[in-house]
């Protein structure tokens, strides 16, 4: 029997925006969904902003991904565990990922994988200051808030709104965001934090940056780039057996 000793990290697909051309990059996806090797892969986390937008009404779903939704659940039943963070971009999954049989978690989440104990999110909020951002998120995340949402606002009418509005946002800001090192909120979440937990390795997203840096207690920290670059697509590949954490920027294919 072949050992499972490899775990995938992947973030910001944006599938459904607007922008460049979403069918090549849902493509690009799930055949990264079915290049994972079923027999030796342990986990795949999902650490938010896979969908660009996404609600789910009582008895309704976003259309489409057909061919995703079915690259996830033949990893799940080939034995390989899927874990979903909600971005702030598809923060509104209530029941239907884990009624697939994914785990839907919330940030700050620490796990230990293998010998190495691991603080995984999305990143968003994460961090002194934001208050602005932060208001806004606690109100997405407010259940009468997204109740409201739900029973005011006809679906047709609340997809071509935020489709619309993450467009207009994506296009406003061209270019690659540049990160801000050691005066981000999130890394000074990650100081913070590992000084008072035990973390060899803290991976997000949000960022659409890719950024490798060691903190100063020693801990690694990680921002998976995102996907919108239709020549690239980008991971974290861990292997158990080695130790070895590499984004797909550096991993030898």
């Known amino acids: 029997m072949v050992e499972r000793t490899l775990v995938y990290f992947v973030s910001d697909v944006h599938l ?3 922008v460049g051309d979403p069918a090549l990059r849902e493509a690009r996806f799930v055949e990264f969904l079915d290049s994972i090797p079923r027999d030796r892969t342990l986990a795949l986390y999902m650490l938010g902003d896979i969908w660009d937008f996404w609600f789910e009404y009582r008895d309704l779903v976003p259309k489409g991904y057909v061919k995703v939704f ?3 659940q ?5 034995g390989v565990e899927v874990f979903f963070f909600p971005g702030n971009h598809d923060i509104w999954c209530f029941h239907y990922f884990s009624d697939m049989g994914i785990r839907v978690l919330r940030q700050p989440y620490v796990t230990t994988i293998g010998d190495k104990v691991f603080c995984l999110g999305h990143g968003d909020g994460l961090g002194p200051g934001m208050y602005s951002y932060k208001l806004m998120r606690s109100v997405f995340h407010n259940r ?3 109740r409201l949402f739900a029973s ?3 679906p047709t009418l609340a997809f071509s709104l935020a489709r619309s509005w993450s467009k207009r946002s994506r296009t406003s800001k061209p270019g690659v965001y540049a990160f801000r090192g050691e005066d981000e909120p999130l890394y000074k979440f990650a100081v913070a934090f590992s000084r008072k937990n035990r973390v060899d390795q803290f991976i997000f997203g949000h960022y659409h940056a890719s950024v490798e840096m060691t903190l100063p207690g020693g801990a690694g920290f990680m921002i998976l780039k995102d996907w919108m670059d239709p020549q690239s697509s980008n991971f974290a590949l861990y292997d ?3 130790g070895r954490l590499g984004s797909s920027q550096n991993i030898e294919k």
Do not use: E, T
């Open 16 to 18: 459904g925006l607007d």
């Open 70 to 72: 079915a690259s996830l």
């Open 74 to 78: 033949d990893l799940m039943d080939s």
């Open 144 to 146: 009468v808030c997204q």
């Open 152 to 154: 005011l606002i006809h």
């Open 240 to 242: 158990l057996r080695s």
